[in-house]
C-alpha cells in the first residue's frame, strides 16, 4: 500500500475492537501482526474486549470523547456477527454522528458481510482501511415488560426453532468437528429435538399475520443465518424495510427436505413450500408468546415474552472492503 491511500485516510481514526473470545481460536495475535506494518503511518487502537456488552461500552466511550472533534471514528468488529452487534449497539446509543463501522471478520459465522464480499476480503487490512462506505439500517428491539431492554441488530432477528439452533452453537462453537462452521448443523440436529413445535403471534405493520403454531419467524435486513444459510435472498439493507419469513409447523421428513432448500435461499421458489411461508416486508413487527422465549439478535440471545422491533433507515455506515 503506497503513502498516497494512506494518507487518504489520515483523518480517521480506525479502533479495532477485538473479542478475543470470538471464533474457534483468540485472533487478536495475527491482528496485532497484520497491523505492525502501519506503524506510524495509521492512527490505529486495538482494544480487547473483557465479556459481554463491553464492546458497546467502548464505543459509547469512544464517541463521547471525540464528541465535537473533526476526526472520524471508524470501528472494526473484530469477531463474528455478536461483536458486531454490540458495536452497532454501541453506534446508535450515541450522538456522536461522525462515525463508521467495519468489520475484521474473524468470527465462526460472519453472516452479516456476506451481504458484501467472501471472508477474505473482511481478514484484508489494506482492503478494510481504503474501504467502500454504505449506510444501511439497523433494527431496533425491544423487549416489552417492567424491565425492558433495548438492543440493535444489523443483520437478523430469529424465534422459534433457530433459538434452539444458536443456543446450542454458543455451546459447541469451539469443540472440533461440530464447531465452527459446523455449529450450525450441529444446531440443527438439537433443534430437531427440542425446537420443532413453537407458538406465536406475529403483528405486521398493525395487521396480524400470525397467530398459533409455527416452526420459526426470521425478521432481516442482511440475507444470511447460521453460518451460510440464505434466509433471506430478496433482502436489502438500505430500503427501510425489514423481510419477514414465518414458516409454519411441519413434519420432521419434510423439514428435512427443506433444509438444503433454505441453505440455498430457494425456500420461496419452491411451489410445494407456499403453505408453509408467510411472507412479509414490514417497518414495525410486534412478537407475542405464550411462555418467555429466546430471541436471537445477530447470533445473541434475549429471553421475554412479548418483544416489538423497529426498523431504523439510515442509522450506519457500514464500510466493506474496496
Given at each position: 500500500?503506497t ?27 495475527t ?5 505492525r ?38 470501528f ?10 454490540e ?29 458484501y464480499a467472501?471472508q477474505e476480503?473482511?481478514?484484508?487490512i ?10 444501511v ?7 416489552m415488560?417492567?424491565?425492558p431492554?433495548?438492543r ?31 455449529a450450525?448443523?450441529t ?30 419467524s ?21 430500503d ?11 413434519s ?5 427436505r ?65
Open positions: 500500500m503513502e498516497t491511500t494512506i494518507g487518504t485516510t489520515s483523518t480517521i481514526k480506525h479502533l479495532f475492537v477485538m473479542n478475543p473470545g470470538a471464533g474457534r481460536v483468540d485472533g487478536s495475535r491482528l496485532i501482526e497484520k497491523l506494518p502501519f506503524d506510524g503511518r495509521l492512527d490505529y487502537e486495538i482494544y480487547l474486549t473483557k465479556g459481554q456488552d463491553d464492546a458497546t461500552r467502548y464505543v459509547k466511550e469512544k464517541c463521547r470523547e471525540y464528541e465535537g472533534s473533526d476526526c472520524k471514528l471508524r472494526y468488529a473484530c469477531g463474528g456477527d455478536g461483536t458486531i452487534c458495536v452497532v449497539s454501541g453506534l446508535m446509543g450515541s450522538s456522536n454522528k461522525n462515525t463508521q463501522m467495519s468489520c475484521y471478520a474473524c468470527g465462526s459465522g460472519n453472516d452479516f458481510i456476506k451481504y467472501a476480503d473482511f481478514l484484508n489494506e482492503k478494510l482501511i481504503n474501504g467502500s462506505p454504505h449506510v439500517d439497523v433494527m431496533e428491539v425491544r423487549t415488560g417492567e424491565k431492554v433495548v440493535h441488530s444489523i443483520n437478523a432477528v430469529d424465534v422459534g426453532f433457530d433459538s434452539v439452533v444458536c443456543k446450542t452453537m454458543i455451546d459447541v462453537k469451539r469443540k472440533p468437528l461440530i464447531g465452527g462452521k459446523n450450525y448443523t444446531g440443527i440436529v438439537a433443534a430437531v429435538f427440542k425446537g420443532m413445535n413453537n407458538c406465536c403471534t406475529l403483528t405486521v405493520d398493525g395487521k396480524e399475520l400470525h397467530s398459533g403454531k409455527m416452526l420459526l426470521t425478521f432481516a435486513n442482511g440475507r444470511y443465518i447460521g453460518g451460510g444459510y440464505l434466509c433471506a435472498p430478496r433482502s436489502k439493507n438500505d427501510g424495510l425489514m423481510e419477514v419469513c414465518m414458516l409454519k409447523t411441519m420432521l421428513l419434510r423439514l428435512i427443506v433444509i438444503g432448500v433454505y441453505r440455498r435461499g430457494e425456500h420461496f421458489e419452491k411451489r410445494s413450500l407456499a403453505r408453509y411461508i408467510k411472507y412479509a416486508q414490514a417497518r414495525e413487527v410486534e412478537i407475542r408468546t405464550p411462555k418467555e422465549v429466546h430471541l436471537v439478535i445477530d447470533g445473541e440471545l434475549i429471553s421475554g415474552s412479548h418483544f416489538v422491533l423497529k426498523q431504523m433507515p439510515g442509522a450506519i455506515t457500514f464500510v466493506a472492503p474496496r
